[in-house]
């Protein structure tokens, strides 16, 4: 039995039923979708709570940032591994298990972490936590979609923002006032612990995957009814042949060696260029996060109201690039003030990239098969750790050899690469006043 009695039903019947056999509507879907962000955010916190004390583990076990950076490309390679591996679970299995299972194993991790006794435990940890949030990626973005069908497709995206840029957010907000009080790396391992450890049993308890009767009858115009749950499988693997998804693709390699600059390296930045103390680089970092999380919404509403998914996302690219290149201009010495007010314009405009970027490529992958989403987001999971590799690789040698202006120059000409390869994507410029901008036919 998968549907509960409606003329009976209280909010939490839906509990009762392994599947939700139809579509979730007014609180009950928003609860769900915050599930998801809720989930996506803590293992986003989960993997980016090293940045803001990363400068504490280097001085724990005497390391460099050259040797740091081996352990971050390593688990690059790892994470594009379980994209891989665990990518096409989301479409065979459901999104539930890949969403629980993920958190899980992180909050032990952290654990773990919180008592290694050396540099190569701890970076072990690092690596198997990438491949474990490598396959809940593609579960996020399917289920969120799932669940949102009639919304406009880049405010669906904007929410899977949210996440990013909550557990970005968490990670330097949680470091900024709890280091001052518990100096070091491990508490900050200890609370991760704890806040896994809460999400999973909450996703574990509440969320529900919709039945794979239901997820078909959301695609629009597609032939499912008579398809079994092989021949949606196979239909799929379309996705794997087209060249524009595959350009596509790449966009993100230039996109996630930007965001994970700021997210894995900015912290650092600030403190060894600018002398700031490890709290304040995390509170001038939160401003990036704070700011980014309100420009996501404003841009995913924008691009559903025109339906200019290429012109926002280029906008952003350009602008966003123009924030890196004043950075890296400006001198050591440069009053904190200054450098808020700039972190919170870059990521005013690094807000205008995600979710229109994420429309297009939605877009794109259902026109090929409607079976193929999550597969599709699996391939930009795969990709991403090359961008890893060139930072965390090249990252350490630059900074050595130039300093750090430098690679905020490379983080800047990458913005611009994101420009480039969107505006190979299929849609307007700009805006068709006799498209009806209310969102998607669903």
Not at 100 to 107: N, R, S
Not at 170 to 193: E, F
């Amino acid at each position: 039995m998968t549907r509960p009695n409606k003329s009976t039903a209280r909010f939490f019947d839906y509990r009762k039923v392994r599947q939700i056999d139809v579509l979730p509507t007014g609180a009950l879907r928003w609860w769900l979708l915050g599930l998801i962000v809720l989930g996506w955010a803590v293992e986003q916190y989960e993997g980016l709570k090293t940045g803001p004390v990363l400068v504490y583990i280097l001085r724990d076990f005497d390391k460099t940032l050259v040797e740091w950076g081996y352990v971050a490309a390593a688990s690059g390679l790892v994470y594009s591994v379980g994209a891989q591996v665990l990518s096409r679970a989301a479409d065979r299995f459901g999104r539930r298990p890949l969403l629980i299972l993920p958190v899980t194993c992180y909050a032990v991790i952290s654990v773990l972490g919180a008592l290694a006794p050396n540099f190569y435990v701890l970076a072990a940890l690092a690596m198997t936590g990438s491949f474990l949030m490598a396959g809940m990626n593609p579960a996020v973005h399917a289920a969120s979609r799932d669940l949102t069908p009639r919304m406009g497709r880049a405010m669906v995206y904007a929410w899977v923002s949210l996440a990013f840029t909550i557990g970005a957010l968490m990670s330097t907000v949680i470091a900024a006032g709890t280091l001052p009080h518990l100096p070091g790396w491990r508490p900050q391992y200890w609370i991760g612990a704890t806040l896994g450890a809460v999400t999973a049993l909450m996703l574990y308890f509440f969320y529900r995957d919709l039945t794979p009767r239901v997820r078909a009858e959301l695609v629009a115009n597609a032939p499912v009814a008579a398809l079994t749950v092989t021949s949606h499988y196979d239909d799929g693997r379309a996705v794997y042949r087209s060249p524009r998804l595959w350009m596509l693709s790449f966009t993100i390699v230039f996109w996630s060696l930007t965001y994970v600059t700021v997210s894995g390296y900015v912290p650092t930045y600030l403190t060894q260029h600018y002398d700031l103390e490890p709290a304040r680089a995390a509170t001038v970092t939160s401003l990036f996060w704070a700011v980014f999380t309100c420009s996501v919404f404003i841009s995913g509403w924008l691009s559903d109201r025109l339906r200019v998914r290429k012109t926002i996302t280029a906008f952003g690219g350009i602008t966003t690039g123009i924030c890196f290149f004043v950075g890296a201009n400006l001198p050591q010495g440069t009053p904190e003030a200054v450098l808020m007010l700039l972190w919170s314009a870059t990521g005013f405009f690094a807000g205008f990239i995600y979710p229109s970027w994420c429309a297009i490529y939605s877009e794109t992958a259902e026109a090929i098969s409607p079976h193929g989403v999550g597969r599709a987001f699996g391939i930009t999971a795969t990709l991403s750790p090359i961008a890893g590799l060139v930072l965390n690789l090249g990252l350490p040698r630059v900074v050595a050899a130039w300093g750090w202006p430098a690679w905020m120059i490379i983080a800047g000409v990458c913005c611009l690469g994101v420009t480039a390869l969107v505006s190979t994507a299929a849609g307007p410029w700009l805006p068709d006043k006799q498209r009806d901008p209310a969102g998607d036919p669903l």
